[in-house]
């Protein structure tokens, strides 16, 4: 069962950038389309970012979009969001995922879930 271990996440000024990043476990992490959720508080979980097994194919939330860049590293078994250009409204909970699909225009996660790292912008 694939484990994933979040890191990067904290307290960043608005305009700044942070680079998270997502070790998994697994010897067949290359399979996965992976991806990245977040949570604000008092907001639902919401989708982030999706990269495809190759890393060629990438999708983003039209909020994030132009900012965040989403990469895989699948010799370290890592996925990595690099957010740039963050606003206060980026402030949120960010999780890694595992095993995302697509149907009817929206991402769901099959697999796993990281424990989630915290985002902080301040204005």
């Known amino acids: 069962q694939m484990q994933l271990v979040e890191s990067g996440g904290g307290l960043v000024q608005a305009g700044g950038s942070l680079r998270l990043s997502c070790a998994a476990s697994?010897?067949?992490?290359?399979?996965?389309?992976m991806g990245w959720f977040r949570q604000a508080p008092g907001k639902e979980r919401e989708f982030v970012a999706a990269?495809?097994?190759?890393?060629?194919?990438?999708n983003y939330a039209n909020s994030v979009k132009g900012r965040f860049t989403i990469s895989r590293d699948n010799a370290k078994n890592t996925v990595y969001l690099q957010m740039n250009s963050l606003k206060p409204e980026d402030t949120a909970v960010y999780y890694c995922?595992?095993?995302?699909?697509?149907?009817?225009?929206?991402?769901?996660?099959?697999?796993?879930w990281g424990q989630g790292t915290q985002v902080t912008v301040s204005s």
């Open positions: 995922a595992a095993d995302l699909t697509y149907t009817s225009g929206s991402y769901s996660v099959r697999g796993s």
């Open positions: 697994g010897r067949t992490f290359s399979n996965y389309r």
């Open positions: 990269i495809s097994w190759s890393g060629v194919t990438t």
